[in-house]
């Protein structure tokens, strides 16, 4: 296939759902309870509420929404600092529009924004740099967040800083790892995935090789999924598939894009400009080793953790958010105690409302379940 109407295609769709639901009813686990199949990727979760995904599949089989989300995963503690940063003089403050809105211990860099910081959207690590060179009086400051599909642009543009001596060009650099979180996932106590949709677009950068020990040592299935509905269908029915002949692999249903190896002209920048970090702080998953990256110290010239002297803090979430038993799979978001109520996308208590990837906005915006209605009910 190779139009997006062929992706989209009703025929086919109908086809790939009827083979689902035989194969769930195939399925026989241990446990009287639900196939769970966790979609890592916050776009996948998009997906999968947009197109009415969640509505289609047998009962028996449900979707459990994991940490793919990089704006949904921030912790408070890093939006302190970014305001931190943003609150000195002479500083131009940016980052990506999803960013803006997620609530610090008190503020969010919106708030920051209104009362009178410059902190300005923009689209592209690159954008930031063009900033720095039309604004040498003023220190700059790129937000870098994001897995590993944002990491390549981030790299690129420190090293055009640094090759074309730019001095007042910084990273707040605030870039994840896929593996450990998912690993983590994997060694959350009680954990009841069965298999794990892959996230398309870091399977684009760094290749399924690096997801061999999901099979291996856990003995779960992993396919690297695309994002229209039939990709997205297709998947599921290729870990349906494996579940039901007991095997565990890692297969690519993406491969129109993505390779096993991974892209090398992405991993080579990443690899020049960035090194792990020991610990990071995840929202909702607390610290978890080498998840995150900073930047090294051939580069350090152009961290903004050293320019600002930041330190690492932990900021406890606020008690009536409950976005950490929803990144585990423990919690669906309509299950949190002020989802649709105190927390929307208008006024997001947790960073999972915030971004347009995040399962609380998904589920806020597509999703139509009866349990939101009765929400709303209650409160009348």
Same mark, same amino acid.
């Not at 400051?141 to 090293?159: D, H, I, K, N, R």
């Not at 979430?317 to 989802?339: A, H, M, R, S, Y």
């Given at each position: ?111 920051? $924004?209104? /009362?009178?910081?410059?902190? %300005?959207? #923009?689209?592209?690590?690159?954008? !930031?740099?063009? =900033? ?116 565990? $692999?890692? /297969?690519?249903?993406?491969? %129109?894009? #993505?390779?096993?190896?991974?892209? !090398?002209?992405? =991993? ?113």
């Amino acid at each position: 296939m190779k139009y997006v109407d062929e992706f989209r295609d009703p025929g086919q769709a109908k086809k790939i759902l009827k083979a689902i639901a035989k194969l769930c009813s195939e399925i026989k686990l241990a446990e009287d309870r639900p196939i769970q199949i966790m979609e890592v990727c916050g776009g996948h979760t998009h997906s999968i509420f947009r197109y009415g995904l969640n509505q289609l599949l047998p009962e028996k089989l449900d979707f459990v929404h994991g940490p793919g989300c990089p704006v949904c995963v921030l912790p408070r503690s890093v939006i302190d600092n970014c305001i931190r940063i943003a609150e000195n003089e002479n500083v131009i403050f940016t980052t990506f529009g999803d960013a803006m809105r997620v609530p610090g211990s008190s503020k969010s860099l919106l708030d920051v $924004k209104a /009362e009178g910081c410059d902190i %300005r959207m #923009v689209y592209s690590p690159l954008d !930031a740099l063009t =900033l720095a060179k039309k604004n040498p009086e003023k220190r700059v400051v790129f937000f870098g967040l994001g897995f590993e599909t944002t990491m390549p642009s981030t790299a690129l543009s420190v090293m055009q800083a640094e090759k074309e001596g730019v001095d007042n060009f910084y990273l707040f650099c605030n870039h994840i790892t896929i593996i450990p979180t998912i690993k983590a996932v994997l060694d959350s106590p009680g954990m009841r995935i069965d298999g794990f949709l892959g996230p398309g677009h870091v399977s684009l950068i760094i290749g399924t090789k690096p997801y061999d020990f999901i099979a291996h040592e856990y003995h779960k299935p992993l396919v690297a999924a695309g994002f229209e509905h039939l990709d997205i269908l297709q998947s599921v029915w290729m870990i349906l598939k494996q579940l039901k002949n007991g095997e565990a $692999k890692i /297969e690519n249903q993406y491969a %129109r894009l #993505v390779k096993d190896t991974g892209n !090398a002209s992405a =991993l080579n920048p990443i690899a020049t400009v960035f090194e792990l970090r020991d610990f990071f702080e995840w929202r909702g998953l607390g610290s978890i080793n080498h998840s995150g990256v900073k930047v090294n110290e051939k580069y350090r010239a152009f961290d903004a953790e050293i320019e600002f002297n930041l330190k690492a803090v932990t900021v406890i979430d606020p008690d009536v958010c409950q976005c950490g038993e929803v990144l585990k799979g423990i919690l669906k978001p309509w299950q949190c105690k002020v989802f649709g109520k105190g927390c929307t996308p208008e006024t997001p208590l947790g960073a999972l409302m915030v971004s347009t990837e995040g399962a609380c906005s998904a589920h806020y915006l597509y999703g139509k379940n009866i349990d939101l209605i009765n929400i709303k009910t209650q409160e009348q």
